[in-house]
Each structure stands twice: as C-alpha cells, then as structure tokens.
C-alpha cells in the first residue's frame, strides 16, 4: 500500500502528543512536514520529531507534494485553511470545532465533495469500541427502550491565556467541549430536534464557558451539558424503560483505559462491559485513510451536520 503523504497544520500540545506520533509511525501516512507559527517552535519540533519544519502555512501545503492536511489551529483559522487546502485538492482532516460559521462550514462541503476530497472532522470518541458498543446497544435495544440521555463534558478552567478563552479565535466551551455532546447527539438519537439551548457567560471572560440543550427524537430526549470551570466530568448516561447504562469517559480517554460500559437495574449492578484499551486516534487516522482511498465524500455530510446542529445550539432563542 503506498503511503498517503500528509502535513500538518498548527502544533499545539494535543497535535504533539495525540497526533504526530501516530502520523510518524503509521503504515498508511508519510507525515512529511509540520507547519507552526514560529522559527524557535519549528526548530524544535524539528529536532523532536526529526521532520521537516516550516512557519509558512502556503509554503506546506504547495511545496510538499501532500495528498492530505491534518489542521489543528485555532477553531477561527479553519475555515481559511479548509479553503485553501479544497483550492489545492488536498483531503482535509480536521480538529472540532470544523467551522465557526455555518454558511462557510456549507461552501466547504460543497465543494470538498465536488472535488472528491474528504473534509473529515476529528471527532476521535466515535472511534473507539467503547462507543461502538454503545451505539449497537442502543439500536438493539438490548437493555430497553431508551427514554433519556444525558451527554455530559466539563473541564476545570485552563489557564486564563489559552486560546479557548479568545473570542476571535473561535473559543468558548460550545466550541469546545460542547461540540463533543453535541456530535453524540447526532449518533445516538434518530433525527434529534433541538427543544432548548442556553449558554452560559462568566463575568469578566469573553466567551460562553457553560451551557446546555436539549434535543428530542422519535427515540429518546438528550440532555447535553458542558462547561469550563467545574469538576472535571465526561460522562453518558442512558435511562432505557428497563435499565440505566453508565459509560464512563465517554469522549476523551487514555489508550490504557479498559473503557467499561456499566448496566444498572433499580440501583443494582447487572452487568459490566469491558471495551478493552484502544487508541481511538489511530483507528480515526486508519478511517481517515479508507475514506480517501475509497473516495468516501460521504463522511463530509457527518461534517456539515456537526455545523449545522451547533449553529441551531449557539443561535437558538426562546
């Protein structure tokens, strides 16, 4: 199999430590060259990854012979870099939120499909066996009817100049990880309806740091909770007509976590499902390379569907 030749775009700590390493080492990609924003920060990239390192985003892209782009900037920055990359026929792997802005989030689609390039958002959890089997259970019904879900994900405040708490960059807890419960929501429910939405500004920050809404469905009522600034909290939890299924860690996990599913019965513990360890982001990197080969553009539908239920949660009113 020949290796697709890929760059990547922005070098922040979860590219460094969840990404390139894989990059770097899969059979499927020749990671050939990273971008960041600065000489000091290339040159040591440089010298850890011992890969080509650049500062000039257009130099990466043309100069390279890339087959596809990983980008993780700034939430604001996608949407320029998606054009540009669909501009040079490059399939596009990128970090959640995809688009700040639903028209735009459109155009790309639009034209990434009629290139027959893939614009794939890296929603790494839906990867994972864990939600597999969640998923499944769901669909079969195999515990009962489910009735209600809540879709939990919160994170104690980060330091007060990291970019999720810039505006203009596209921060804000919705963008980040209500994006996460909300992409559930499309994957657990059959055609949800947004019901309510709120969110949640702390005096004295520029962004949203909470919020919540709530989707109905011809099967089940989701509940969707996020947050900076509380305990840490990252959680689904399913109410069926005759049990209540616990998953613990349902979006961000370490590749040694077992993952289990717990199946409860009137406070009693029935059942404990062990998914095993898995590395959710190297099965979404092998997934990422199936779609290109197979030219899949379908997935670019999961990627405007993501943009089009958060522009309904950011702008619902009452």
Known sequence: MTKLKIGILGSGSHAVTNIIPILINSPEFDAVAIQ?????RAEELQKKFNIRCVTDEDLLLTNFGIDAVYISSPNYVHHRQIKKAISLGKHILVEKSAFCNLEVARVAVRNA???????????????????????KIIQERTYGKPRFIDIDFGIPHLQSNNIRYDKALGGGALNDVGAYTVSAVNFLLTAPVLKYA???????????????????SKNAVATCKWAFGLSYKNTIKIWTDDHLIE???????????????RILKNGE?????????????KTMLSSFSRYIRTKETAVNLLTLKQAETLERVRNYEC
């Open 36 to 40: 960041t924003r600065t000489p000091d």
């Open 113 to 135: 499909t009629g290139k027959n390039l893939i614009l794939h958002e890296a929603f790494m959890y839906r990867y994972h066996k864990q939600f597999e089997i969640l998923v």
């Open 198 to 216: 709120k969110s949640i500004n702390e005096s004295g920050l520029q962004v949203d740091t909470s919020g919540y809404a709530i989707f109905d």
């Open 247 to 261: 998953v613990e860690r349902a979006f961000s996990k370490p590749e040694s976590f077992n993952a289990p599913i």
């Open 269 to 281: 513990l029935k059942e404990e499902i062990h998914c095993g360890p898995h590395n959710h982001f």
